[in-house]
């Protein structure tokens, strides 16, 4: 924008790639130092690890593969916690008697933690893929929920009453006035929902998978291949964030008035 | 009941409000007739937003009946604008976007939806501005698209609870003479709420005078001034006094 920019400016725009930099340079020298015997690879030995793993398979498949596996748990259990979510959200906070039926039975479930529903899981569902999406499931579909209930119960009354004052029926007043307002926090409980959906799906793996990146990390344990465990973990740094990116695109797609002030 | 001629628009009977234990407007009568301008003044917290609340109907009267036209009032069957006393635009509508809502609600014809859409943006100086949101304009800027909106309705009756109070002066003498302008043109029946004597004295053909919490009325003064109203002139001022010691008296 500005025509130049001070060294001041240049220096604190680099400032974060030097952080993580020089966080590289002490890992690269704790690890070649020997401190950590064989424990701790180099990340010269996790990019090789990581480079192998993208065409030689792990188990079943290579890492594409795994990321897919995993990808597609996480997807079927968010999409179908938004479709049956979402709705239940929006008639909990618009319908008093909805809201007097349905909240208590979420006050009790909400605190669990979507984990410790696994050992469940598996004596319902066996240990194929349907245990690992109904925990992902449980992951996102509680969050959904309670941002599409609370976001339709925090509508400013006055902008109900000034819509009403203009003539909109009960229909349009949700439509067109709860449903717009709860937007923002419909969309903070996706963003939550879908970071927990991929906690729990690397949890279900970790439990029990054949493919999938927490199957990845588990087994760098049992073949004492600790860069095969740091790449896993770097995936799921990376894959989780851009899930979090993509989502934040939609969220300014359908809610452009929430962008910050620009013109 | 007549009044010079005119017929009732809105007639108040024994209306009572209550939130809880507080009694909020006391026993209040009154009409308003066709086609009049009415100011209502009273001190801060005695009740003027909640009784045009339960004018419209957007909060239940606890006794007493409020007729518009002979029948219960109704805002999906009468054509009523009310400009709120706080901001009250839709923060996801841009500002074309909101004024057009109440027109489509109503299913004005596209065409005239534009044609009213350039008026009042003409109006309230927002031409430049349409396509923007709430967030980004001023308080100011904001009011001034609840007041198109308003505008734009065409309604029979405009309520207007302390509108201008947000704006600087020049865009409220300016605004004052706008809404005189409208009501003469369009023969609207207007009740405009303020705490500004000078304006009530100005805008008014007759002023309410309410009491402190709960609300009754104190007086009626009517304003038989030709227009446009000269603040300066002795009949003015004498008048504005008045209401100004009535006020004081509490
Ligand atoms: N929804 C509500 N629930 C309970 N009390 C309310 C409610 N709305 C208003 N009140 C109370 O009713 C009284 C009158 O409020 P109201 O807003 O009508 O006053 P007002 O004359 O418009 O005041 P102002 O000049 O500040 O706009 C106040 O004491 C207020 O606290
Ligand atoms: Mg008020």
Redesign the pocket.
């Known amino acids: 924008m500005n025509a130049k920019a001070s060294p001041a400016e240049i220096f604190s725009r680099f400032l974060p790639l030097t952080s993580l930099l020089l966080i590289i340079i002490v890992w690269q020298f704790a690890a070649t130092g020997g401190y950590f015997g064989k424990s701790l690879p180099s990340p010269v030995a996790v990019v090789n690890q990581f480079v192998d793993m993208l065409a030689e398979p792990v188990g079943k498949t290579i890492l594409g593969g795994h990321i897919w596996a995993s990808m597609r748990r996480v997807l079927t259990a968010f999409a179908v916690a938004v479709l049956i979510g979402i709705p239940m959200g929006l008639l909990m906070g618009w319908n008093k008697k909805a809201e007097a039926i349905i909240k208590p039975i979420f006050e009790i479930f909400r605190p669990i933690p979507p984990i410790a529903w696994i050992p469940l899981a598996i004596l319902w569902f066996g240990i194929e893929e349907t245990p690992k999406v109904f925990i992902c499931f449980i992951g996102a579909f509680i969050p959904a929920v309670m941002n599409a209930y609370t976001g339709i119960r925090f509508t400013d009354p006055l902008l109900l009453d000034a819509a009403r004052s203009q003539g909109a029926n009960l229909r349009q007043l949700f439509k067109e006035v709860a449903v717009p307002s709860a937007l923002p926090a419909i969309f903070a409980g996706l963003q939550n929902g879908l970071s927990l959906c991929w906690m729990c799906v690397l949890a279900a793996e970790m439990v029990g998978a054949e493919e999938g990146v927490g199957y990845l990390i588990l087994r760098g344990m049992d073949m004492s291949n600790p860069a095969m465990i740091i790449t896993g973990m770097l995936i799921i740094g990376a894959v989780g964030a851009l899930i979090a990116v993509g989502l934040r695109y939609v969220e300014r797609w359908v809610c452009p008035w929430k962008r910050e002030i620009s013109m | 009941m007549t009044n010079n001629g005119r017929k009732i628009k809105i007639q108040v009977q024994n209306l009572t409000k209550r ?1 809880g234990d ?1 009694l ?1 407007l006391n026993n209040i009568s009154f009409n308003v007739y066709e086609g009049e301008f009415l100011c209502i003044v ?1 001190p ?7 009784f045009l609340n339960v004018l419209t109907k957007l909060h239940p009267a606890t006794e007493g009946d409020i007729y518009i036209d002979g029948e219960p009032a109704n805002p999906q069957k009468h054509n009523i604008s009310f400009v709120f ?1 706080e901001p009250s635009t839709m923060p996801w509508l841009t500002v074309e976007q909101n004024i057009r809502y109440g027109l489509e609600v109503k299913k004005v014809p596209e065409e005239e939806i534009k044609k009213r859409l350039n008026q009042v943006m003409e109006l309230v100086g927002l031409k430049d501005f349409r396509n923007y949101y709430p967030r980004q304009l001023s308080a100011s800027m904001d009011q001034r698209v609840v007041i198109a909106r308003a505008f734009a309705i065409n309604p029979d009756l405009l309520l207007m609870d ?1 509108p201008y109070s947000q704006l600087d002066i020049k865009l409220r003498y300016y605004l004052e003479d706008e809404v005189i302008r409208i009501w003469r043109e369009m023969k609207r029946t207007v009740i405009f709420v303020t ?1 500004n004597i000078e304006e009530a004295v100005y805008l008014a053909e007759r002023i309410l005078i309410l009491t402190p ?1 709960p609300a009754t009325i104190k007086k009626e003064i009517k304003v038989d001034l030709p227009r446009p109203r000269n603040f300066a002139d002795p009949e003015f001022v004498n008048i504005r006094n008045q209401v100004t010691e009535m006020i004081k008296w509490w």
């Open positions: 939130f507080l909020v009273g801060t917290g005695c009740g003027k937003t909640t006393q302390e705490h919490k």
